[in-house]
């Protein structure tokens, strides 16, 4: 079973900027889109963003458009959250995810177009 594995979560003040990493565990692995969501203590999971792996087509939630860039490394099957001008708002787990479904952007804010999650990384932004 593939894993997604996160990673460069942490604790930064408002304002900083912080990258968080998304690798699947087997390099034969191909998705057809991968996305980031975060979830904080006793509210639903949020969409975050998505790409398209073959033209690297991305979508955001309005909340982080503007600050937030996800993009993908194909041949290393990752992806990437570059998160800028970070808020206290922006606190939560951010877990990343990845589809091999071929209509999956139609509904890419959907977690349920998702197959494969990963655990989960850590991102508290202090005032």
């Known amino acids: 079973q593939v894993q997604l594995v996160e990673s460069g979560g942490g604790l930064v003040q408002a304002g900083d900027s912080l990258r968080l990493s998304c690798a699947a565990s087997?390099?034969?692995?191909?998705?057809?889109?991968m996305g980031w969501f975060r979830q904080v203590p006793g509210k639903e999971r949020e969409f975050v963003a998505a790409?398209?792996?073959?033209?690297?087509?991305?979508i955001y939630a309005p909340s982080v458009k503007g600050r937030f860039t996800i993009s993908r490394d194909s041949a290393k099957n990752t992806v990437l959250l570059q998160m800028n001008s970070l808020k206290p708002e922006d606190t939560a787990v951010y877990y990343c995810?990845?589809?091999?479904?071929?209509?999956?952007?139609?509904?890419?804010?959907?977690?349920?177009?998702?197959?494969?999650w990963g655990q989960g990384t850590q991102v508290t932004v202090s005032s």
């Open positions: 087997e390099r034969t692995f191909t998705a057809s889109g």
């Open positions: 995810a990845a589809t091999r479904s071929v209509s999956w952007f139609s509904a890419p804010t959907r977690t349920s177009v998702y197959d494969y």
């Open positions: 790409i398209r792996r073959s033209s690297g087509s991305a």
